[in-house]
């Protein structure tokens, strides 16, 4: 009963689709986070998972495009973003592919945030455990965990993890063809921004942003936020 009351709370749908140079984007877009799935010449990839609950919504866009999703992509161990995961490996036989440092929150279905500003407090202490006890996902234990700047091929699509450590320490930037994903270490608001509500180490997030600066990608991708930023986007604040 939960899951359809709270889709219908949270799911506004939007799912697009963007030609980039191999691989084919499709997003998935609710009011609180955004996912992305990558078609690939044989394979889709999923980059976040939403919420919990929203499990169906991504598989119904895999469903249409008629081909499997292998692989799962987590920026890193906050509920928003590996939500569904455990839901959509049951029913897919995907891997899951999160950093170390985040590995152990998500096996515990843990959301752990250290800083924040007012607004991150008011979201830290008041939505966040609302929306735990009413959608709190269990952990993962079998999945791949990577460590700083991993690379794997997916038929023939390339997929760098760039470790960015700040929001968590576990957080990742992925580097799919010309297309960054960038979780939480910026969102994308009517423009790129990077995120300050909510920070494992405030310092790092801005390290993470400056050392992103020597890979080769002209679109990002955010969590949160419909704006699809390009490079000179993420260096201007
Ligand atoms: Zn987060």
Known sequence: MYSFNIKLLITIFIAGRLM?????????????????????????LLVD??????????????????????????????????????????????????????????????????????????????CLPIMEMITRPSGVKQNICIYDNWQ????????????????????????????LFVGDLADGYGKIQIQRHFANNWTEITNSVKMLIQYKYTQIFTGHGNYVGNKNDFFVN
């Open 20 to 44: 980039c140079n191999c691989a084919t984007l499709h997003p998935i877009r609710t009011a609180l986070g955004s996912c992305y799935i990558i078609e690939t010449s044989k394979s889709l």
């Open 49 to 126: 998972s939403l919420w919990p609950h929203n499990e169906n919504t991504i598989l119904k866009v895999a469903n249409e495009i008629k081909k499997p999703i292998v692989c799962i992509f987590l920026t890193h161990a906050h509920a928003d973003h590996y939500g569904s995961a455990k839901e959509i490996k049951a029913k897919t036989d995907c891997d899951i592919v999160i950093h170390q440092d985040d590995g152990v929150d998500f096996e515990m279905g843990k959301t752990s945030i250290e800083h924040t500003d007012f607004l991150g407090m008011i979201m830290k202490i008041i």
């Open 152 to 179: 794997t091929n997916i038929d023939d699509t390339i997929i760098l993890a760039i470790h960015t450590p700040g929001h968590t320490k576990g957080s990742v930037c992925y580097l799919i063809d010309d297309m």
